[in-house]
């Protein structure tokens, strides 16, 4: 299957900086990527779907401004945690499909995930 | 609004065993169904997908239906092994933005 591969796969940062998450498909394009957010023993909440060359499209009750979404390529997305604090704190993973040789309707997958620690 | 719930939400049982996990969601207008693995502390693998036109998918010794009408999709594993434990997470495609919506997952534990 398509490889998705996410950096770093942990990071400890202190309360008040901000930490870039990043998200490449490395053997297809991905003009839509997701990220995702996982709580412990939770299942994965969508928090936005990042798109090529325009703004990323964010859910219901996430903060665009502290949860920058970049999608400056065809092959890589970026999350930026901006003015981190300890709430922050989870397990973030990002997907992507590849749309142009699977169709929309395509399987998904996913990174392996970035553990945030705000301390 | 989707809802997808995962039944049992944790599994113990010995090697060897043939086991069934429950996926069921609230409405029945998906594009496709797909079960994930997630390992602890790991991102999500890629088991099997179904589209809402399909009623089954096999990979191995798993073993995937979906029953789109009634809302509900199993997952069959086969002569389960030690490293088969992980979680086991459904996940139904729905809507025009083609979002991903998650059930609640499957603890399973395969003990020697």
């Known amino acids: 299957g398509a490889v998705v591969s996410q950096h770093p796969s942990w990071v400890i940062c202190k309360s008040g900086t901000s930490v870039k998450i990043e998200c490449r498909s490395l053997d297809f394009q991905a003009t839509t990527m997701f990220w995702y957010r996982q709580f412990p023993k939770q299942s994965l909440m969508l928090m936005a779907t990042s798109n090529e060359g325009s703004k990323a499209t964010y859910e219901q009750g996430v903060e665009k401004d502290k949860f920058l979404i970049n999608h400056a390529s065809l092959t890589l997305s970026t999350l930026t945690v901006t003015s981190a604090h300890p709430e922050d704190s989870s397990f973030y993973i990002c997907?992507?499909?590849?749309?142009?040789?699977?169709?929309?309707?395509?399987?998904?997958?996913f990174g392996q995930g970035t553990r945030l620690t705000v301390v | 609004k989707q809802e997808v719930t995962q039944i049992p939400a944790a599994l113990s049982v010995p090697e060897g065993e043939n086991l069934v996990l429950n996926c069921s969601f609230t409405d029945s207008a998906i594009y496709n169904l797909q079960w994930f693995r997630q390992d602890p502390g790991k991102g999500l693998t890629s088991l099997l997908l179904?589209?809402?036109?399909?009623r089954e998918q096999t990979s191995g010794r798993l073993n995937a239906s979906l029953d789109k009408s009634s809302g509900r999709s199993t997952l069959y594993i086969a002569a389960s092994q030690p490293g088969d434990s992980a979680t086991y997470l459904c996940?139904?495609?729905?809507?025009?933005?083609?979002?991903?919506?998650f059930g609640t997952g499957t603890r399973l534990q395969v003990t020697l």
């Open positions: 996940a139904v495609r729905t809507g025009t933005a083609s979002k991903l919506t």
């Open positions: 997907s992507a499909r590849d749309v142009v040789n699977g169709g929309w309707y395509t399987e998904a997958f």
């Open positions: 179904i589209q809402s036109s399909q």
